[in-house]
């Protein structure tokens, strides 16, 4: 599985947080990881002022820099936060309910994350979207906080990621997208089985070998005067 690296997004304070479903859902666990308003504040004027760098999107973690200006100095810190991946079982329970109805690959290839499949993950135990508490995180700061703003900060930006294309949430939980598009793939075509045994072999030989028989007769019969009786036997 390869990481993905998503651009530093440049300053954008007139975006609201959250506009989609999935995206409310993950800003949510955002705001109960939180130790106060007062970092949660800080924290949104970082993600808006594009103090945060360019973001790295790996099974089960983030990483990214956060610059922020303090006391007329600029401060860097390296943040990382990790939430817990999905075990096989639980991947195989997502395809199978992606798989289930082809508008859903369609939906999430199209940047949107139809709430029936999450529904339908949810019924095999598979959760998508964390929870809070899902959300460890570190920082080079020395804040006591954790998480501290600038992972705050970084967890906010995110949720704009997850919000334009869903499918960094799968890869945050351990399907990125070429493997689900692969595992799909191998669902709809998937690889032969083993080849025919001995037996099964020198019969399939057998009858090749009689057909081709038949066909250079036939082919002899029909350049000369033939008896008609036993072209019929040969068809």
Known sequence: MSAVAHPRVPARRGRAWAGRWWAKAWLRAVEEVA????DLRRARSLAR????????V????????????RR?????????????VLDPSA???????????????AALLAGELPHDLVEHAEEAGVELVPYGTELAASCT???WVDPCPHALALLLQVGWLV??????LLQLRGLPREDLLAALHHRRDPQPGPGPGRDDAEEVLETAEDAARRAARIL????????????????
């Not at 130790?35 to 007062?38: F, K, L, P, V």
């Not at 401060?75 to 936060?81: A, H, Q, Y």
């Open 72 to 84: 007329g100095a600029e401060e860097l810190w390296g943040v990382e936060v990790a939430l817990p």
């Open 163 to 168: 919000e334009d294309d869903p499918l960094v």
């Open 220 to 235: 002899d019969l029909l350049g000369h005067d033939h008896d008609p009786a036993e072209l019929d036997r040969l068809w």
């Open 141 to 143: 700061c020395a804040s």
């Open 58 to 69: 790996d099974a089960g973690s983030l990483r990214s820099a956060v610059t922020e200006q």
């Open 49 to 56: 002022s594009g103090a945060v760098g360019a973001v790295r």
């Open 35 to 38: 130790y106060d308003e007062g």
């Open 91 to 105: 991947v195989a329970a997502l395809v199978e309910a992606v798989a289930a109805d082809p508008a859903r690959v």
